[in-house]
């Protein structure tokens, strides 16, 4: 971008479409100064779209694409979708960007939390059939101009549809928002997330702008004013640990597993695994709902499967839908490994919880169990590219930051990491953009 100091005052232009001329001078006789160009300058940049020189060739990406996109494609549709959230933000002026940034996204948070508090979505998107604001009003007993209200800005953010004056009707969205494993994203986002996300700037001010390495004093502790680590919180707040537990499973949703045919060479697993050795130990595997969806996919597989958690995680786990098959075992991560010599140890996003220093403890524990020749480190994380990183990783790590100074890496941090424990990466397996790899790993 050209410097703004440097430019003169027929290069820019008031929102009025007059234009100055160097050395003109306002009507009230004041000489134009240099700060006057600057913000005249930025005032135009600020009114204008944000990158008009990408928008052609987005444009015609755009409708390239979606003359030949399958939207059953996942690859199809998610390449459509990026092309088109490139031209809007190269479309969108800066002063619209910065609207939606500060008004539209908390709005829409708090209308649809609302929502879902009142059972709203639910109510819609039972049918097909178009419902009134006076009727969804009446079946949710909130007031009806409240209602009328909520639901203008549900559906401008296209949450629902409009079809007539104060009539509405279901979309994908509101059908996801009628179940409640996807609808207790909003209040665990309330519950336990968004306040320490807000409290990041200032806790980054306070802290010199330091990176965050200290779990117990970060910004979570300021924007909860609590003392407690996330995870100390949450056991004192049993109903958000639920909600986040709802809301981890959907984010999984639909997403490719290392377990599917294609991504990692599974079987390769099973090579000299008998039946009572142990083929896979998911260490702080929570519900264990991935050693489920192992069994399912892999019912011949060899070798026992481990679940391990801590003590309230394992009961709970117990009552749910596990696999007949799984064993369970009380395990705190930052001690002793007691299964010596498994084929896989396996932690999915554990490591991104916490600082390099925990993560260390926790990875040299598996390395004294492990049977040199036999044994892996198999670690289901993000691993963010050097460039074109994926949003939903970019916003993941900043929560991470907040919440648990803690971070979502890079390769070059993973191999550090990993190297720093006394295991080396044979290989990263992924599948594609935004979604967890799978890092394979060996004793040193």
């Given at each position: ?10 290069e ?7 234009s ?7 009507t009230?006789?004041d000489c ?31 409708a390239?694409l979606?003359k030949?996109?399958?939207l059953?494609d996942?690859?199809?549709r ?20 910065m ?17 879902v508090?009142l ?11 178009p419902?009134s604001a ?6 949710t007993?909130?007031n ?49 997330i ?17 990176n965050?390495a200290?779990?117990?004093d970060c ?11 996330f ?21 999984h ?13 599974v079987p390769?697993?099973?090579a000299?695994?008998?039946?009572d050795?142990v083929?896979l130990?998911d ?33 709970q786990?117990?009552?749910?839908p ?17 299964i ?39 670690i289901n994380?993000n691993?963010i ?10 916003s ?9 100074a803690?971070?979502e ?15 080396k990466?044979?290989?990263?397996w992924?599948a ?5 790899s799978l ?6």
């Open positions: 971008m050209t410097d703004i100091a440097s430019l003169t005052l027929s820019t232009t008031h929102t009025n479409g007059h100055h001329t160097n050395g003109a001078n306002h009230n006789g134009q100064t240099n700060g006057d160009l600057q913000e005249a300058f930025i005032d135009h940049r600020a009114t204008s779209a944000n990158t008009p020189e990408l928008v052609p060739g987005l444009v015609d990406q755009v390239s979606g030949v996109a399958s059953q996942h690859t199809d998610a390449t459509l979708l990026e092309a088109a959230r490139s031209l809007v933000y190269a479309l969108e002026t800066p002063r619209e960007a609207i939606r940034y500060c008004w539209s996204q908390a709005t829409l948070y708090a209308t649809l939390e609302t929502g508090d059972g709203l979505f639910a109510i819609l998107s039972k049918d097909e059939r419902k006076a009727e969804l009003a009446k079946a007993g909130a009806p101009v409240l209602l009328a209200r909520i639901l203008k800005h549900l559906c401008a953010m296209g949450v629902i549809l409009e079809t007539g004056p104060n009539e509405y009707r279901r979309t994908g969205i509101s059908i996801s928002l009628s179940l409640q494993r996807y609808n207790d994203a909003y209040p665990c986002m309330t519950n336990c968004t306040s320490g996300v807000l409290a990041l700037p200032a806790q980054l001010k306070k802290d010199g702008y330091a965050p200290n779990g117990k910004a979570f502790q300021r924007g909860f004013r609590t003392d407690l680590h995870f100390e919180f949450m056991k004192e707040n049993p109903e958000a640990a639920s909600q986040f537990n709802n809301h981890m499973s959907v984010y949703q639909g997403r490719p597993s290392w377990m599917d045919v294609g991504f990692y060479d390769s697993l099973f000299n695994v008998a039946q050795d083929l130990v260490v702080g595997g929570s519900m264990g709902h991935d050693l489920s969806e192992f069994r399912r996919k892999w019912s011949n597989a060899p070798g026992r499967l481990v679940l391990q958690d801590l003590p309230d995680v394992v009961a786990a117990k009552t749910g596990l696999h007949p098959s799984i064993e369970t075992m009380e395990h705190d991560f930052f001690t002793e490994q007691p010596k010599g498994a084929r896989a140890y396996y932690m999915h996003s554990v490591l991104h919880d916490w600082t390099d220093d925990n993560c260390r403890k926790i990875l040299k524990g598996l390395v004294n169990a492990m049977k040199p020749g036999h044994s892996k480190v198999l994380e691993v590219p050097d460039t074109n990183a994926y949003w939903e990783t970019t993941l790590d900043i929560i991470m930051m907040a919440d648990f803690s971070t890496r890079t390769e070059a941090h993973w191999h550090q990491l990993i190297g720093s424990a006394g295991l990466i044979t290989k990263i992924n594609q953009k935004g979604v967890e890092i394979e790993c060996e004793l040193a």
